[in-house]
């Protein structure tokens, strides 16, 4: 099931969307809770279908969508037109996700790469309640040298929507052939990012990274030994300064930067169920299936 919304956010244009997926609980279904999914750089939600099956499975109705730049969501690919559209983005989506949903469900953000830094730098600006929190290899250090750095500051500052190429080809995502050949056979996938959305990666895992000792929402962070996109450095450090009694961290040494879409993907499969059951019982509720 998909759909769209249109963000209420100030300045952007009337016509700009944001695709939709839903993956509702069957009629009767015990449920647990609802995931919201994030996907990653220059990817798309639909990627995720395997992963929102087995959610459903585990008695969590799930919803996703496309970043602006990506996918099927308005814009051009990899651009982004303020530095904060993609958290506004997802608070719009948080709304009417909550909107849609029983109050009495807890809300738990999904969030791999990209999607995931969103999801983390949201929640470390308190800007909405919610209730639990998964990274997947999140970019708390974007893996760029000083001049890199340097450089994209430059080009924000001056020119943000120069386009910069991503980098990493598919092989180096995952150690699964026939993955990383559907990845780049993807008509929706795409290897670009402006100076501004290069900036935003940048940026923001710094400053997530400042909250870590405060943070306060139950999280589990999932990373990649050999990740060739990201720095698992970043995510080290926010397992070692945020309370332990808060975050779980599990990092997987041999695996490469797409830990869903890895050969040896059931262990990752299993450490999130395992997480996700120990926090979130099943609920006496009545589901009719998809959101209101």
């Given at each position: 099931m998909s759909s769209d919304v249109t963000p209420t956010l100030p300045g952007s244009a009337l016509d700009d969307t944001l695709a939709l997926h839903d993956w509702p609980l069957s009629i009767g279904w015990p449920i647990r809770g609802q995931v919201l999914m994030l996907h990653?750089?220059?990817?798309?939600?639909?990627?995720?279908?395997?992963?929102?099956d087995s959610l459903n499975q585990w008695g969590f109705a799930v919803r996703g969508y496309d970043h602006y730049g990506h996918g099927e969501s308005s814009g051009q690919r990899g651009e982004l037109p303020?530095?904060?559209?993609?958290?506004?983005d997802l608070a719009a989506v948080i709304d009417d996700t909550r909107a849609r949903m029983d109050d009495r469900l807890p809300l738990?953000?999904?969030?791999?790469?990209?999607?995931g830094l969103v999801a983390a730098r949201l929640v470390s600006q308190k800007l909405r309640r919610i209730d639990g929190l998964v990274l997947s290899s999140p970019p708390l250090r974007a893996g760029l040298g000083?001049?890199?750095?340097?450089?994209?500051?430059?080009?924000?500052?001056i020119v943000p929507q120069w386009p910069?190429?991503?980098?990493?080809?598919?092989?180096?995502?995952?150690?699964?052939?026939?993955?990383?050949?559907?990845?780049?056979?993807?008509?929706?996938?795409?290897?670009r990012m402006s100076a501004r959305l290069a900036h935003f990666l940048v940026s923001a895992g710094p400053a997530v990274l400042a909250r870590a000792p405060r943070w306060k929402v139950p999280t589990l962070l999932l990373y990649a030994g050999q990740d060739k996109l990201v720095d698992?450095?970043?995510?080290?450090?926010?397992?070692?300064?945020?309370?332990?009694?808060?975050?779980?961290?599990?990092g997987f040494p041999m695996h490469f930067h797409a830990l869903f879409h890895e050969l040896q993907r059931q262990p990752v499969y299993d450490m999130l169920q395992q997480w996700l059951w120990s926090?979130?019982?099943?609920?006496?509720?009545?589901?009719?299936?998809?959101?209101?």
């Open positions: 990653g750089l220059g990817e798309h939600i639909g990627h995720y279908t395997d992963l929102a303020q530095d904060d559209r993609l958290i506004q738990i953000l999904f969030g791999h790469c990209l999607g000083f001049a890199q750095r340097a450089l994209v500051r430059s080009l924000n500052a910069l190429g991503i980098g990493v080809p598919p092989e180096m995502l995952t150690h699964d052939v026939t993955m990383a050949q559907a990845f780049r056979l993807d008509a929706l996938q795409h290897d698992p450095a970043g995510s080290r450090q926010f397992a070692q300064t945020a309370p332990p009694e808060v975050v779980t961290s599990h926090r979130y019982p099943a609920m006496a509720l009545e589901w009719s299936g998809a959101p209101a």
